[in-house]
């Protein structure tokens, strides 16, 4: 799990370590610390050390491994489901949702909303994560399906890692780009200086894997294009990396793009606004038991709507 902290102007002079604890719950000093020393911690955007003197208005970035909090709590928590039968339940993740439990992030997640929803009935991919067959990034809104079997668990997770599951990604992105196709196939890997990122690599690098996105322009407007981005793989910030990679990162995208938010400089209360990564999981088709493919489709997001075509729709299958 990602976290990104600003500190506030009260926690001037407290050291970073000792701030952390105290802003996440769960995470003892002790943890905090060898995450430091690990190069897991950031400071706008440099590695940082545990007796780091804050000033107040820095950004802070932690990693934090996937560690299983102590128990998940089922929450009443709006949750908009696409689709569901007696296997399956299919969810339209709202932009800002955290999608499991982590140290920092205890309560509010999809999995405490699908808790509060259907029960302790979900089978355990991990006790903190029951169901979840694949994941989005906090931001990124969209389709995610959970499992409601241990049969549908493992079936489902072998169709994503086989590739016979097919994605669509509606995403806003920075320029014009010179053809209505694009595709980039560089593999993809860890920033070596920056943990947070994940960078194209040569092929045979370590840590390089495999992955392939084809892009398709959809619109075209005034500093910015609606594209529609179809990965065949599903590597970590897969789309981003690539979009950023062919020269048109993804609007408001703070950690491959030129801001954390679009337009830069833009009044607070200006429509159209965006404070998160416009980028959002737009439809999704797999294969079914019976043989027959399914294909479930999440309407595009409140805060990217004004920015797109009325009516725009994933192209057909």
């Known amino acids: 799990m990602l976290h990104t902290l600003t500190v506030p102007s009260d926690a001037a002079g407290i050291r970073l370590d000792v701030w952390l604890e105290r802003s996440l719950d769960g995470c003892s000093r002790s943890l905090v610390k060898r995450l430091i020393d690990d190069g897991r911690c950031?400071?706008?955007?440099?590695?940082?050390?545990?007796?780091?003197?804050?000033?107040?208005?820095?950004?802070?970035?932690?990693?934090?491994?996937?560690?299983?909090?102590?128990?998940?709590?089922?929450?009443?928590?709006?949750?908009?489901?696409?689709?569901?039968?007696?296997?399956?339940?299919?969810?339209?993740?709202?932009?800002?949702?955290?999608?499991?439990?982590?140290?920092?992030?205890?309560?509010?997640?999809?999995?405490?909303?699908?808790?509060?929803?259907?029960?302790?009935?979900?089978?355990?991919?991990?006790?903190?994560?029951?169901?979840?067959?694949?994941?989005?990034?906090?931001?990124?809104?969209?389709?995610?399906?959970?499992?409601?079997?241990?049969?549908?668990?493992?079936?489902?997770?072998?169709?994503?890692?086989?590739?016979?599951?097919?994605?669509?990604?509606?995403?806003?992105?920075?320029?014009?780009?010179?053809?209505?196709?694009?595709?980039?196939?560089?593999?993809?890997?860890?920033?070596?200086?920056?943990?947070?990122?994940?960078?194209?690599?040569?092929?045979?690098?370590?840590?390089?894997?495999?992955?392939?996105?084809?892009?398709?322009?959809?619109?075209?407007?005034?500093?910015?294009?609606?594209?529609e981005a179809r990965p065949k793989t599903g590597r970590t910030h897969q789309v981003r990396v690539h979009l950023a990679a062919l020269g048109h990162p993804v609007l408001a995208d703070g950690v491959y793009g030129r801001s954390d938010r679009w337009p830069v400089g833009a009044d607070d209360a200006a429509p159209g606004v965006l404070r998160r990564h416009a980028l959002h999981a737009w439809a999704l088709r797999l294969p079914r038991p019976d043989g027959r493919d399914l294909e479930l489709e999440a309407p595009v997001p409140a805060d990217l709507a004004a920015l797109v075509p009325r009516g725009i729709r994933p192209t057909a299958w």
């Open 42 to 227: 950031a400071v706008q955007p440099g590695l940082a050390k545990p007796g780091y003197p804050l000033r107040g208005g820095e950004q802070v970035t932690l990693e934090v491994p996937d560690i299983e909090p102590m128990s998940v709590e089922p929450e009443d928590l709006p949750l908009t489901v696409l689709f569901e039968d007696d296997e399956l339940i299919v969810v339209d993740k709202a932009p800002g949702m955290v999608v499991h439990p982590a140290i920092g992030h205890a309560r509010g997640t999809l999995v405490n909303a699908l808790l509060g929803r259907y029960g302790r009935t979900l089978p355990d991919g991990a006790a903190w994560r029951p169901g979840l067959i694949h994941r989005l990034d906090q931001d990124t809104s969209g389709v995610i399906c959970v499992a409601r079997t241990p049969a549908a668990l493992t079936a489902y997770q072998t169709m994503f890692k086989e590739r016979l599951v097919q994605k669509r990604y509606l995403a806003l992105v920075h320029g014009a780009p010179r053809a209505d196709f694009l595709e980039h196939a560089g593999a993809i890997g860890r920033h070596p200086q920056d943990f947070r990122k994940r960078i194209v690599l040569p092929d045979g690098a370590p840590d390089a894997k495999a992955a392939y996105t084809s892009v398709v322009v959809r619109h075209r407007a005034s500093g910015y294009s609606v594209v």
